[in-house]
């Protein structure tokens, strides 16, 4: 009778041990399958963020164009006035890995013969053109004043850039976040709910394109001598984040 008693007993708590882990498996399945269930109560709310980019680096473009008859002579020329323009960039604390050679060009020039009826090379023109990064403001106006006396006859807009915008969308990005649960939060307190997990979200941001200064801005003197320290300012421009967040309600 003793050993009946034994089995009976141990045969509940074997029984109470597999119901305890069945169980748990129950839940978690039931965890797992409701947590599959489309979501019937959500609140979606957008918002934006934005940041202020201020340009770090100013890029010109500047040429040297000659036209002649001798296309040897003139290449010589070219590259004289280019490397005399480039020894003046770099004197002022230009690094040579932020100057490159955007174009080197050689062409002929045809003109067209009435009476032979024919096509001639009349003489050529060469250009080269390079690209500079600056990325000391101070130095813009010292550089484009002083270039066109080195042989420098062709200066392009000079287009303030940011060498990383990225560190701004993400400040921009996470002030959007922020203002979007603040947002909902609000909203499902107003209505005597929880949020409850995000279940979607996306972002739209607006694109930043560097702000050119044309020639015209650059100027002149109004004497004919020459050009005169251009007073460049790079200014700022309002970088927005867009976001749409879905929220769970409970």
Known sequence: M??????????????LVVATFLGIYTFKALDRYGASLPITRTITVSSDGKTTIVPDIAEVNFSVVSEGSDPEKLQVENIKKMIAALDFVKSQGIDPKDIKTATYNL????EYDEKKRKSFIS????TQTVTVKIRDFTKVSTILGRLP?????????????????DKFLSVAREDAFKKAFAKAAAMAGQNQVRLGRVVNFSESSGNYSPRPYAMEALGKSSMGGGYIPPQIEPGSEELTVNVSVTYELR
């Open 2 to 15: 003793k050993n009946f008693k034994n089995i009976f007993w141990l045969l509940i708590d074997v029984a």
């Open 107 to 110: 062409s002929p020039k045809y």
């Open 149 to 165: 006396s080195l042989g420098i006859n062709e200066i392009q807009n000079v287009n303030f850039k940011v060498d990383d915008t």
């Open 123 to 126: 003489g050529y023109a060469s």
